[in-house]
């Protein structure tokens, strides 16, 4: 078996790579910027998102704490409110334990298309980060596929009962080890170029779960660019 760590991260031209996680605030950001910039520029039929898993609880041996996510929502919000955040209103038992069925629901949607593993990808984050839905159930991640009206929900079903992505989230858990790709989100481009959490400087007050992200700066316009040359390179 070849090794994981040493595939070509170039995607072709007209797409972007983006490793992350959904349990990431920082790319349910990117993730909404990408997909609103690429509207606004009428890129959707020149440039398509081939997504990535960043299983940040593998990396770290456990799942992400709560509070840390807790902490990141009125700050990360005020960034980019479009992206649509609440802080978590269901019961706390049903709060994800796990990523890992949505990660993996967005890789097996991309045997129907990148359209498909796109929508589910960007419906996930919005019912975890703006919904308080459990995105580790079955059905949540079904009913969200069926909600995009863009993915062949029977397929996706059969696809997650054979378990046939779970070798590729397993080897893009391996890259996400390696010092190839270094956080979530994790830009790749056509050009050869890559771009860690793309216009966001971040820095954290206190301990993670405890303190707050302290933004920097960030430059939303940086996103024009990274489109721009995945259409063009």
Known sequence: MSDPTTADLTPPRGVVTV???IWCSFAHIAIHRLHATRARLGLEEQVSFDLR???LE???DAPSPRPGTDSEVARMA???PAAGWQLW???DWLYPSTTLPALEAVLAAKEQSLNASE???LGLRRAFWAESRCISHRKVILDVAAETGAVDVDALAEALDDGRARRALSDQAALSRSDRVNCSPHLFLPDGSDHANPGIDVGWEGAYGIG???IASDDPKVYED???RAATE
């Open 53 to 55: 898993a960043f299983p």
């Open 19 to 21: 490793f992350s996680d």
């Open 212 to 214: 707050w992200p302290v």
């Open 78 to 80: 005020s960034l980019e």
């Open 119 to 121: 929508q589910l990808d």
């Open 58 to 60: 593998l990396l770290n």
């Open 89 to 91: 209103q269901a019961k």
């Open 226 to 228: 990274i489109l721009l």
